[in-house]
């Protein structure tokens, strides 16, 4: 078993290096591409054996995307947040979309926060579900506005689908000031539901020393800490989120709670739900007509709040 699993990882580490030169290949002719590093919060497991130990910061990489195509004045920046539990920021699922938010202006970076896939064992072990993959996030922001000053400081969103929906929901509420805007597809939102309705292989996943490390019956308070509906009284930005009534992976009746509880709170937030959606989940990140014109309410709804220089009609 352990002689499979570093198979696995050194395979997931070889498919990211690959993909890595995709994203040149793919978006050269519209946007400066690099990939870059940062420094994260130390790990919170205090007798993590890992060489990025508890008293040392974590790595974090992230994809950078700057439009070649130069305007006058500032750009706005979107933070890209993917999705899935141990997922990874690649070409296969994402680089539609980044290309269609170059081409109206935007500045853009992706961050492979901890728990994602391509980066080893150790990296894979660090996962913080609904934790410190917030912070690693959020200093993804801090990064792009340090080393970018033609990017405008005021004009910065930040969106995510299912559990990069979360970790946007949760970046929105823990730093409410640092974004003008945030979308929110599909997002995970509340554990103690979401443990409901995906049983107890869910629950051990989440209990396991690499994830939160507990059952919701030892700390139901943490639980609620990494659940977005427990803090919609945080909201500050304009919110905009999409559900699929048929959606297999979360279920509406999860994100039907964080927008009750944002009415609840009296929030500024807008909220569809999208009927037997091709294939439910994260349907609009797909090439359908469907996807394509739920794409272009997103864009449409960031614009307001951004306002990029080529905006879509």
Request: aromatic share 10%.
């Amino acid at each position: 078993m352990a002689l499979e699993q570093s198979i696995s990882f050194t395979e997931q580490q070889l498919k990211k290096s690959a993909d890595d030169l995709l994203w040149f290949q793919m978006l050269g002719d519209t946007a400066i591409v690099d990939k870059i590093r940062y420094a994260g919060p130390p790990s919170r497991i205090p007798d993590n054996p890992n060489p990025q130990g508890n008293h040392n910061d974590v790595i974090i990489c992230a994809y950078t995307f700057l439009p070649k195509k130069t305007h006058f004045g500032k750009m706005p920046l979107l933070v890209v947040v993917h999705g899935e539990v141990h997922g990874d920021f690649n070409t296969r699922e994402w680089s539609r979309l980044v290309r269609e938010l170059i081409q109206q202006g935007y500045a853009v970076i992706a961050p492979e926060y901890r728990g994602s896939t391509g980066y080893g064992r150790d990296f894979w072990h660090l996962i913080d579900y609904g934790g410190l993959e917030v912070e690693d996030v959020f200093r993804a922001r801090e990064w792009m506005l340090d080393n970018n000053p033609k990017i405008d400081p005021a004009r910065v969103g930040l969106i995510g689908w299912s559990h990069g929906g979360m970790i946007t929901l949760l970046n929105l509420f823990q730093h409410p000031k640092s974004f003008a805007v945030g979308y929110a597809g599909m997002p995970v939102t509340d554990l103690e539901t979401r443990i409901g309705y995906r049983g107890q292989d869910f629950a051990a996943l989440l209990s396991a020393p690499y994830h939160i490390g507990k059952t919701i019956e030892e700390d139901p308070i943490d639980y609620r800490h990494r659940s977005p509906a427990w803090h919609a009284s945080q909201l500050q930005a304009p919110l905009l989120m999409h559900a699929a009534s048929n959606d297999s992976d979360v279920k509406l009746i999860e994100v039907e709670k964080m927008a009750t509880a944002l009415k609840e709170a009296k929030k500024d937030f807008s909220y569809k739900v999208y009927t037997n959606a091709p294939t439910g989940h994260a349907f609009n990140l797909l090439d359908t007509r469907e996807a394509q014109n739920s794409r272009r309410e997103i864009y449409r709804f960031l614009a307001k709040h951004l306002n990029p220089p080529g905006p879509i009609p």
